[in-house]
């Protein structure tokens, strides 16, 4: 509880003392001009290319609980890698995907390989800046299967087996600038084409952040996700890996710092999982390099 207290008042001081991608919401780590996973509303000016590295702990616990799911030890890496190009004011498109590496120490199993071939637009419809009470964008997107995904590549969170189906979503950004505040939501719902029984078609997923701006260069944010799980699979209940748990949603708090200057972006982000199908911390890091022509 100590440690708890200590990290919210961490928290509070960064944000408050003077000085911004299988088939689910993976596709909030490409380069959609976002946070880790809450986008920005404000679509892209130019042409963007984005590359980053993650990695994901699923161990025994962090700060907000004390355990994780039984028989799901392990670590994910993670390297997505995108090109975002947009006309700064009412659209951007976008197209991501990435290289990624599991392993279940708890089984000595491992995968790795490429996933998912992300395509996504998004469509700015309210502008604070012409007068309006907000901004409002609308995203949709869909996940083009590669060879990999029957591999269980595809989906980060913890080690869900999918086979080659297709998935879509659409996203509601909305955003709120109150300098040198703004404040980010993120509505989202996917859909995945499966014939498994145990995996959910339908999801929906919830992000709210804060963020601050330090300087000029310089940004703060405080992030949390609510994660629909997709993943209802679990062991019967007489094998020692059952876990009543399992189809727990993934909620997750982060911290990020965002540094811009000129043509290059870089941005760090640190979080901790809330429920046992969360992972016990997650980090990442990814730089951006906008061209001009």
């Excluded at 025994?60 to 004390?66: A, E, I, K, M």
């Excluded at 800046?129 to 269980?152: A, F, Q």
């Excluded at 995996?199 to 629909?228: R, V, W």
Aim: aromatic letters at 14%.
């Amino acid at each position: 509880m100590n440690c708890l207290k200590a990290m919210i008042l961490s928290v509070i001081v960064i944000l408050f003392i003077p000085f911004r991608a299988g088939g689910d919401e993976n596709i909030a780590l490409y380069g959609m001009k976002g946070y880790a996973y809450t986008y920005s509303p404000l679509p892209a000016d130019g042409l963007h290319i984005q590359i980053g590295g993650m990695y994901s702990l699923f161990e025994s616990g962090n700060l907000f609980r004390d355990d994780n799911l039984n028989c799901r030890d392990g670590y994910v890496w993670y390297v997505p890698a995108s090109l975002t190009y947009g006309d700064g004011k009412w659209w951007e498109a976008s197209v991501a995907t990435h290289w990624e590496y599991w392993e279940n120490t708890d089984f000595e199993k491992d995968e790795k390989g490429i996933g998912d071939v992300f395509l996504g637009a998004k469509v700015h419809i309210l502008d604070q800046e012409k007068g309006m009470p907000l901004d409002l964008s609308v995203m949709p997107y869909m996940l083009i299967p590669t060879g990999n995904r029957d591999k269980s590549i595809g989906d980060i969170y913890l080690y869900n087996p999918t086979e080659d189906d297709s998935a879509y979503g659409f996203n509601l950004l909305l955003g709120l600038r109150r300098n040198p505040f703004c404040f980010a939501v993120n509505l989202g719902i996917n859909y995945v084409d499966t014939d498994l029984e145990y995996i959910e078609d339908k999801t929906f997923f919830l992000g709210l952040t804060a963020e601050y701006q330090i300087s000029e260069t310089m940004t703060s944010y405080l992030e949390f996700i609510s994660n629909e799980n997709k993943n209802r699979e679990n062991y019967s209940p007489s094998n020692p890996c059952y876990d009543e748990d399992t189809d727990d949603d993934i909620r997750e708090l982060g911290l990020g710092l965002v540094y811009v200057k000129d043509q290059w972006g870089v941005k760090f982000h640190v979080g901790a999982g809330m429920t046992s199908t969360s992972p016990d911390v997650r980090a990442m890091a990814m730089v951006n390099r906008s061209l001009s022509f």
